[in-house]
Nanobody, 115 residues
């Protein structure tokens, strides 16, 4: 059974920083990539950033230059370093693991940017 667990969310002031973590655990899977999505109240879930097993990354335009996705060298763990946070970054952030055969989602972690 594969599990995906996010952590690191919280309340931060505009202009501040947060670092999210996502760990995928279990057995028998081969990771193709992992990604961060977010969903704000009343809005659709949207892709924030993704990282492939070869280390290649992609970012949504609205986070380029502010967020950085990275992967632990030896574990199925990814991170999202979020800098210069804006109130519009407030959302539940979800992690997704893509394997050869399936996709697995975490439960999400709340990020609130407010003064």
């Amino acid at each position: 059974q594969v599990q995906v667990v996010e952590s690191g969310g919280g309340l931060v002031q505009p202009g501040g920083s947060l670092k999210l973590s996502c760990e995928a655990s279990g057995s028998g899977f081969s990771m193709y990539g992992m990604a961060w999505y977010r969903q704000a109240p009343g809005k659709q879930r949207e892709l924030v950033a993704l990282i492939r097993v070869n280390g290649a990354t992609n970012y949504a335009d609205f986070v380029k230059g502010r967020f950085n996705i990275s992967k632990h060298k030896y574990k199925n763990t990814i991170y999202l370093q979020m800098n210069s946070l804006l109130p519009e970054d407030t959302a539940v952030y979800y992690c997704k693991l893509t394997t050869r055969t399936s996709e697995y989602w975490g439960q999400g972690t709340q990020v609130t940017v407010s003064s």
